[in-house]
């Protein structure tokens, strides 16, 4: 009974492809994030979204799109891939009306050849 | 705008050392502080957290105190085992938002 699942856990492609990576969770939480952890482990927000709508949009190029069809999921996708995306994506989500804190995926290492 | 700022590893200790990692703040009002663990190939979880000043959070032997006068949430334990070796993460969220800002991560490597 996993909280937050991601797929895929790993992802290799090359550069320029366009790849997407989904999340779900079964919390009945009803904000979800998406994050990047670079080599040096370094944790950065990317996007979050509350109820399907978009609250946090951080500097990030237009290639990354996110996609919540529910409050339930929220999926990113990337266009036309660089060798800096390389990296380990985290999805999370909290309840923003409560004052617990965010459950993390197991993340999805992402590999540009 | 908010930073966290956390002491650089690798850690190396013994096992039944004692384990400080410290961790300070920058945030506008009164933020929550979190101290997440990452064990090596899995996601982030959830270690600790404490909500106001001089709250201390503690799980599994590990224990921080917010202090707000020095802006700190230092992560310690009495007795490290070679099961803690992972990557800690400090954390806050602000009052504006709920949104995390973390800490470099600080790698931790208990040696039997």
């Known amino acids: 009974d996993t909280a937050v699942s991601q797929t895929p856990k790993y992802l290799v492609t090359q550069m320029g492809n366009d790849k997407s990576i989904k999340c779900e969770q079964n919390?009945?939480?009803?904000?979800m994030y998406w994050y990047k952890q670079d080599s040096k482990k370094f944790l950065k927000i990317m996007f979050s979204y509350n109820n399907k709508e978009l609250i946090i949009n951080e500097t990030v190029p237009n290639r990354f799109s996110p996609k919540s069809p529910d409050k339930a999921h929220l999926n990113l996708h990337i266009n036309s891939l660089e060798l800096g995306d390389s990296a380990v994506y985290f999805c999370a989500s909290s309840d923003l009306s409560s004052n617990q804190p965010q459950h993390f995926g197991d993340g999805t290492r992402l590999s540009i050849l | 705008g908010d930073s966290v700022t956390q002491m650089e590893g690798p850690v190396t200790l013994s096992e039944e050392a004692f384990l400080t990692i410290n961790c300070t703040y920058t945030a506008t009002g009164y933020p929550s502080l979190f101290w997440y663990v990452q064990y090596p190939g899995e996601g982030l979880q959830l270690l600790l957290k404490?909500?106001?000043?001089?709250d201390k959070g503690s799980n599994k032997g590990f224990e921080a105190t917010y202090r707000k006068e020095t802006t700190s949430f230092h992560l310690e334990k009495g007795s490290v085992q070679v099961s803690d070796s992972a990557v800690y993460f400090c954390a806050l969220r602000s009052n504006a938002g709920n949104m995390l800002t973390f800490g470099g991560g600080t790698r931790l490597m208990v040696k039997p």
């Open positions: 404490a909500t106001k000043a001089d």
């Open positions: 919390l009945g939480h009803d904000t």
